[in-house]
């Protein structure tokens, strides 16, 4: 069976600081008439370093019924290969071959119109997307019953809450039912339960055997709906495989691009750590649950390890080494030492050694951290280096729901309804 | 560099197919799409066209809807354009200017002519605005573009539906008899929408990168009006001017019109050339759209 997108050597450019390719002023485009007969003076060549490229080279193809993820980061080109393929933008050079109806949902609600009652923007909204008059009216409770607005049909849209707009919106666009769909980002708006509605909607779209397309930031949304990934970076496919790694390639190609982030932090050297400490820590490696360097962001909730190399010139009585894991703003959020490890013998220790350190599941949410080093003992700070090194934490769907924690804190939690066999024990809490 | 362009091929589409996808029948048939870089002139596809043609009747339903929607007077606006224009124009012209208008009462001589000007100018200037009006679509979603500026020209079909019920008003005011002639008038209103489409799909297609065209279409109805034999007959233009009569495309329409309601002496030569002058400003624009069409997405 033929792919259902095909795509080959597609190519977009583009050229800076000018609107598409040729004249941008009228009056530019008359001096151009005027000047055409004696031809164009040398400066006036488009020049070389003017253009850039947001796609080059691009080639993958899609399977029926297959979810792929695209993934990249601001400016890879993402969008761009979106527009090329619902025909918004046309390709500079190459070839897309679509088999099949497709639908495209850039964002939700195009055509949407605030004057206009939700009732008539279903309508416009749907027809604009592809779908016929019979086609609405077939599917209409339905998209008016997902969209939960009940007694607003009749209302202008203008006078919607941001949530039920984004309902009404996005109720018409699931019930679209192309062979192909691509979709933008459209997961971004809304509530946590009506991004989980969505979430749902779109697996529900997926094992139809519909082929979808599905571009986002959103990693955990990426690993949770799709089994295929494929990364761009700035106009290039650069990895095409399972979600998992795609996600973990793009996340590394970030580290990469980032200044100067390393998985060996060195501890050593003048101006670590205040004057009257005495030299003590030497090296950091931040390192993966496995053991293997640590090159790119960690994803939440994943186990990572720390190896912190010491160097004691003189005997020093129960050593505590620790790490202390600092908002940006400074606030301390969890520290971990050998002092809070009941199975840690403790001891007296000389010369070279190394502290390895297992964190099962950090319970830290998306974002930037920085790491403190110490070595105490018995509560006396010996050697600390503040800020030793940044971690950046990503999201990921550490839950499996497909939702993002919200605070500083990650942490599980399980939920049941309440049997009448909880009764004395509520029971006692109130008494 | 070469101008991009994407070419649909379309195998059996149409509603039976969509209606087939829909139900998820594994057998059905593929339709085949491919997208590729071309450049200058395109064909028009009228299969596509058809298939997309609900998109075309919903902006021309939308652009009814809220034409008049927070108005006060509502729908009324449809016939009170030109009635005041006729108005203005009866007591300036009619009374003051003394244009000869024949037996006709100049008040309905000038409401013929000033009811295909009113749609005119109208359409030129809304679907000269469509597409910047209609930035969200063209740059989120592909429909053929043509539809966005033919949707607001199709919306004025009802306005000038309306002005014509008032026409018939008046000329049973005026107690004056209906002719044969007004069996014509289905094929001038034809001839009046495709001679704004004619300057209107150029003037949008243009305004998308040289907005430029918003500054230029006010002063170019101005002019449109008195260089088409709208409040005063053709017969009283001096001679030199008919080389620019028979050139606008206007000229055919109102004289058509206003031979159609009053059943007035025709004049056939001038309303021949200026129709063919539509005809071929119609043929060309669309196809000058469908040229520029290709980096409306990445202008806009």
Known sequence: MKPVIEVEGLSKRYYRGRAGNSNSTLREALMNVFTAGRGRPEGQAPSQSSEFWALREIGFSVREGEVVGVIGSNGAGKSTLLKVLSRITEPTAGTVTLRGRMASLLEVGTGFHPELTGRENIFLNGTILGMSRQEIARKFDEIVAFAEIGDFLDTPVKHYSSGMYVRLAFAVSANLAPDILVVDEVLAVGDVSFQKKCLGKMSEVSSQGRTVLFVSHNMAAVENLCQRGIVLRQGRLVFDGAAKDAIQSYLSGISAGASGVTHRINLQGPGQRQRHYTEILREMQLLDGSGTPLTAPLSMGQPMQLAIDAHFARPVRDVEIGVGFDSIFGQRLVTYTTALDANWPGGNFTGAHRFLCRIPELPLTAGEYRLKVFARTSGVVLDAVENACQLQVVESDMFGTGNQPYGAFAGRSSWRLAVPEDADHLELLNG | ?300
């Open chain 2, 1 to 300: 560099m070469p101008m991009a362009n994407c070419e649909g091929e379309k195998k059996s589409m149409g509603t039976s197919n969509a209606e087939m996808c829909l139900e998820g029948s594994p057998e059905k048939a593929r339709e085949e799409h491919v997208i590729r870089a071309r450049s200058g002139w395109q064909p028009v596809h009228f299969r596509e066209l058809w298939y997309y043609r609900g998109v075309l009747y919903i902006m021309a339903w939308r652009d009814i809807k809220l034409r008049y929607r927070q108005t006060v007077l509502g729908g009324a606006w449809a016939v009170l354009q030109p009635l005041l224009a006729m108005l203005i124009f009866t007591v300036f012209f009619g009374r003051v200017g003394r244009f000869q208008s024949g037996d006709t009462p100049y008040a309905i001589f000038a409401y013929a002519g000033l009811l295909p000007w009113t749609f005119f100018s109208n359409a030129v200037t809304l679907s000269s605005n469509s597409l910047l009006g209609n930035q969200a679509l063209v740059s989120k979603v592909y429909f053929p573009r043509l539809f966005i500026p033919l949707g607001a020209i199709g919306a004025l079909l009802l306005d000038l539906l309306v002005g014509l019920g008032l026409a018939f008003v008046l000329l049973f005011y005026y107690h004056r008899p209906l002719y044969l002639t007004l069996l014509l008038l289905p094929f001038f209103m034809v001839a009046a929408v495709g001679a704004s489409a004619g300057v209107g799909l150029v003037l949008a297609a243009l305004n998308v990168r040289y907005r430029d065209v918003k500054y230029v279409v006010p002063f170019l109805v101005q002019m449109g009006m008195f260089v088409t034999p709208i409040i005063y007959p053709v017969n009283v233009a001096p001679a030199w001017t008919r080389p620019i009569l028979a050139l606008n495309p206007m000229t055919g329409v109102v004289l058509g019109f206003r031979y159609a309601l009053l059943g007035e002496g025709m004049d056939w030569a001038l309303t021949a050339g200026s129709l063919a002058v539509a005809l071929v400003l119609f043929v060309g624009s669309v196809f000058l759209f469908r040229r520029m069409e290709v980096e409306f997405g990445d202008v806009i």
